[in-house]
């Protein structure tokens, strides 16, 4: 009886490794490492100063962070640890983008491991808009 148990507990162990494994580190391995939350490039031959603020569906603040942009900068924020495995938080997120406190835009998705909120300062296909937002999902 008492093998029973035990061969029935290692088998019950296993299963969920695997069942583990086929959800998150085999996604992991086919696509690779989880993007950035978000990234922003400069394409402006100017500094900027750029609040980025990220609240959940319930409005509580996720992030509340300045960056100072210089000329042709790029920077990229990480992502939480609650955001790196599929399936784990699954709501809607807004993002707020304040540029040098007069422009403000607005964008909302739902964070997962492999897509990532792309912020273009004075891009050349913004059309007049000094921030264009978009989405980009390997």
């Known amino acids: 009886m008492r093998s029973f148990r035990r061969s029935l507990m ?4 296993l299963l969920l490794l695997v069942l583990m494994s086929l959800f998150v580190v085999v996604p992991y391995l086919i696509v690779g490492p989880p993007t950035p939350l ?7 031959v100017g500094v900027h100063e ?5 609240h959940d569906s319930k409005n509580n603040s996720v992030l509340d962070k300045t960056y100072e942009l210089s000329a042709g900068e790029e920077v990229y924020h990480p992502k939480p640890f609650r955001f790196l495995i599929p399936g784990f938080e699954m709501a809607d997120y807004t993002f707020k983008f304040t540029l040098d ?3 403000t835009e607005t964008y909302s998705t739902n964070i997962q491991p492999w897509n990532t909120v792309e912020v273009e300062l004075y891009s050349d296909y913004a059309e007049g808009r000094p921030i264009f937002i978009g989405e980009i999902t390997v």
């Open 38 to 44: 978000f990234s922003v490039r400069n394409h402006d």
């Open 101 to 103: 406190n007069r422009f």
């Open 10 to 13: 290692l088998g019950i162990s």
């Open 50 to 54: 750029l609040r980025v603020e990220i």
